[in-house]
């Protein structure tokens, strides 16, 4: 298992674009300091895709998201290829749906195939009104700009907020074939998945069964995705897609084959890293948060514990202040729910600068403010939390809460 | 129904004192502008009172939550006065609970009552260990300056990060009696109650048995402290009292009698207003948020939906923007735990410089950017959720996030 570059076009067989098409306000416009200008992208496959995807739980469903679980309920879990925006969200408007079912079609008849093979993702303000004139213009140039070896071009133009694009792949081998697994994400506000986080896709070359996509996408979401809070508010547009186009030439995996555990592995891998990098990158972010909770009795245990740590309003804040205010975590363990028994409870707090121990057994325990000056000013905090009372561990990533995240939130949609 | 002034002294017999005793760092110490530098106070009834107390949820319990709920037991349901502190919580430190023994000893001592009827509450950092030798030397003079008028002295020494003192008091008849319902409360962070809320104190020299308090107190508290979020994060140290002696000379109310009613209101009334309060003041915030949610199926899902929408830090944001993205509210609606149609879903934004329509059948409408930024530029937003399939309606109560709340936060301990 080793990184490697190219994000969704690591995999063999997959192409990828991405243009401005006048949806975002031109950098010179924006009064913003927008390092991105890229509005669209599409992204496909040379060969026919088996397909997984999971969507968020919010009871207001993203336009996208209605139009993508029709296609591939239709298409029988097939797909080709991908159709993304940023700035607006098509979602709580009366044509929402028809723009949506529209950008399929579009990127259907340019490139010669079903339109239920299409998935269709849009990220931005919510309730804005999509303008679907610069998309029908740019969907032929997307189509005629697919290329290898352009996965940046579409990384970048699902970013919204996000300060850097998300991608991340690794190679591996199964059966004696070279395969990848990449993908790419947008963060980085409006985060608290369930059972899915904003838009994500994940290409393979592996050829892997639905059933097992979908099993593998689970398993694996439940211990990343969703273990990651920026801010509490679950987005109506939440996407997770992972497309295997089997092109790497190795066996299928149809069942829990030792083949599925390399794949879960390498899958993990990836999502575990862009789970990182939108925590790192949520808004107005200056740390990451990384929370473990172990010796739990259980793994929803673990999940709530960790979790409820790195949601905490008033923990996020004192980290964004570099204070140890431990009371804090031992606060937000205590309201998570699930049921265990507090004084067992060991807490350290950690980076690369060193370790303060800051509570054992349920007690407070005297620590050095210098020392915890020192360790809490790198830009990368690890709270390990100990429960003491049995086997099962989980991570949960989040970011602390600064002006930025309030500044960029006091006015988002200008 | 009347306001009066008082507080928790408005009731006959209720005497209150407080003072600085060295907890707090003086006022010239701690560098921070600080306008209440009181930080013990007690407060005691002439006549032994009927009790009724609810507590945190959070697992992790103060020390003076433990005791306080070991000695209402004790006493069967009856106290005579409550001593609480600010700046130390006195909770997860291993002597904790001994030393909220000793504040309730120290008071009985001195009063010639039982230790069981003392109320003992503290509120400040979380693990820091409670100095008691400051409280040993300030009980006797707290005693001795026991007084009716002096509800400021104590409504101000529970204040931590709070900006005002809360207090709230009405007057009304029972059986010809004029009788009395009067309060205070602290906020003003980690502000999320479940089943009650922060410090708060109640008082009335209505006769009321201890079953009937419990009803009263367990209905109001659903309805007021329960739907009002600061910052998402339920404290450790959350109690609230209410405490009834008699004194008025009304007859004791004993079941679910026409007084009773009259009762419940009261209690309504000053729980709400200070349960507004409390949101007003929330740490950092510059705008009370008041959402409503009518026409739902029932009673918990217009709670929920109100409180999702108080809750979420991305709406929180958008006002202190003063930003009518209401695709935050849709959102927040959204992923709220509850089932219910979200295309009958009408909302509106409301101020008192008028109300701007921003949703009608879950659908966006337009409206006018000018009159929606008059209207949120207001200090008290009211937000309105017609869910249009039912007869139920409720409240919940939050602020906006601004940069103050995060800097509070950053730097909470010193």
Same sequence: chains 1, 2.
């Avoid at 669209?40 to 469903?61: G, M, P, R, W």
């Avoid at 896709?201 to 398993?219: H, N, P, Q, R, Y």
Wanted: proline share 2%; hydrophobic share 40%.
């Amino acid at each position: 298992m080793e990184y490697t570059e190219g994000g969704i076009c690591a995999a063999k067989g997959f192409k990828a674009s991405g243009m401005y098409c006048g949806l975002k306000k031109s950098p010179a416009d924006s009064g913003k300091d927008i390092k991105h200008k890229n509005d669209i992208c599409l992204f496909a496959s040379d060969a026919l895709c088996n397909t997984a995807a999971v969507y968020t739980q919010n009871k207001v469903k993203g336009a996208p998201i209605i139009v993508t679980k029709k296609n591939l309920e239709k298409s029988g879990s097939k797909a080709f290829a991908v159709i993304a925006n940023s700035k607006y969200a098509n979602t709580c408007n009366a044509d929402s749906e028809e723009k949506a079912q529209e950008m399929c079609a579009l990127v259907a008849n340019e490139m010669g195939i079903n339109q239920e093979q299409v998935i269709v993702a849009s990220t931005g303000v919510i309730g804005q009104t999509l303008p679907i004139e610069p998309i029908r213009k740019a969907v032929p140039e997307l189509v005629k700009n697919l290329d290898y070896g352009k996965n940046l071009e579409a990384a970048t133009a699902i970013m919204t907020t996000d300060t850097v694009k998300k991608e991340y792949a690794v190679k591996f081998k199964i059966g004696g074939k070279e395969c990848a697994v990449g993908g790419m994400a947008k963060g980085s506000g409006m985060i608290h998945p369930n059972m899915a986080t904003t838009l994500n896709f994940i290409t393979t070359d592996c050829a892997v069964s639905v059933k097992m996509l979908e099993k593998a996408l689970g398993e694996i979401v439940k211990v990343t995705y969703n273990c990651l809070s920026i801010d509490g508010d679950t987005s109506t547009n939440d996407m997770v897609s992972l497309m295997a186009n089997g092109l790497a030439g190795s066996d299928e995996i149809a069942d829990e084959s030792e083949d599925f555990e390399i794949f879960k592995q390498a899958l993990c891998e990836v999502m575990t890293n862009l789970t990182r990098m939108l925590a790192k990158d949520g808004e107005g972010a200056s740390k990451l948060l990384e929370c473990t909770c172990s010796s739990a009795p259980d793994k929803d245990t673990a999940i709530t514990v960790a979790k409820s740590v790195v949601c905490s309003s008033l923990f996020k804040a004192a980290m964004f202040g570099e204070d140890a205010n431990w009371g804090r975590i031992a606060c937000a363990i205590g309201y998570a729910d699930a049921q265990f028994d507090i004084e067992k409870i060991d807490v350290d707090l950690r980076s690369k600068a060193g370790v303060i121990c800051v509570c054992r057994s349920g007690i407070g325990t005297p620590f050095s403010e210098e020392e915890a000056s020192r360790v809490l000013a790198e830009d990368e905090i690890y709270i390990d939390i100990n429960l003491n009372q049995g086997e099962e561990s989980a991570t949960a990533w989040g970011c602390d809460l600064t002006y930025d995240y309030v500044k960029i939130n006091g006015d988002y949609r200008t």
